[in-house]
């Protein structure tokens, strides 16, 4: 593996989080994906922040778990 500097996105989206490594040159070095729930009872559809929260807390242990934390330049959020 490379040391290489590599850039981190994260996108919480509307039904999961997602958690990309990309190369400088554009390839995947590594993704995460942990959808979280959304309640859907009554006249309301409500998703809790907290969700969010541990679910890029998740990504980002993983991430330092395989090592690849000291080669993200920038993140995107």
Same mark, same amino acid.
């Given at each position: 593996?490379?040391?290489?500097? &590599? *850039? @981190?996105? %994260?996108? *919480?989206?509307?039904?999961? /989080? #997602? &958690?990309? %490594?990309?190369? @400088?040159?554009?390839?995947?070095?590594?993704?995460? /994906?942990? $959808?979280?729930?959304?309640?859907? !009872?009554? $006249? #309301? *559809?409500?998703?809790?922040?907290?969700?969010? %929260? =541990?679910? /890029?807390?998740?990504? @980002? &242990?993983?991430? !330092?778990? =395989?090592? @690849?934390? !000291?080669?993200?330049?920038? /993140?995107?959020?």
């Amino acid at each position: 593996m490379t040391d290489a500097p &590599a *850039i @981190l996105g %994260i996108d *919480i989206g509307t039904t999961a /989080v #997602k &958690a990309v %490594i990309y190369g @400088l040159v554009g390839e995947e070095i590594y993704r995460f /994906v942990r $959808p979280y729930p959304t309640n859907r !009872a009554g $006249p #309301k *559809i409500e998703q809790d922040p907290a969700d969010w %929260i =541990a679910c /890029v807390d998740d990504a @980002l &242990a993983e991430i !330092a778990d =395989a090592d @690849l934390a !000291a080669r993200i330049a920038t /993140v995107g959020v």
